[in-house]
């Protein structure tokens, strides 16, 4: 969801990309776009989650999935998010 909030308009002016970078667009409502960030970002293997903006997100999120329910409960584990006691 990275610059989910921006909008670049591409037209015959616009000069040629330097590089070919695929790109999936998705349309998702805040709600469906919410639950993506939580479950789905391969680049937070690689990082600390922010403990506090978490649990936030967490509070907005609502499934019908006892899966995906589980799958956000372990999210929240102690020893996962910095800060997280």
Excluded: W
């Excluded at 939580?38 to 690689?46: N, S, V």
Aim: hydrophobic share 50%; no cysteine; net charge negative.
């Amino acid at each position: 969801m990275a610059g989910s909030r921006s909008l670049t308009v591409i037209s015959a002016a616009t000069p040629p990309p330097k590089a070919i970078v695929p790109v999936l667009v998705l349309d998702v409502t805040e709600a469906e776009a919410e639950k993506i960030l939580l479950t789905f970002d391969p680049l937070a293997a690689m990082a600390v989650a922010d403990s506090d903006a978490v649990k936030r997100l967490l509070e907005t999120v609502r499934t019908d999935s006892r899966a995906v329910g589980e799958l956000l409960e372990r999210v929240v584990r102690p020893g996962r998010m910095a800060g997280h006691q």
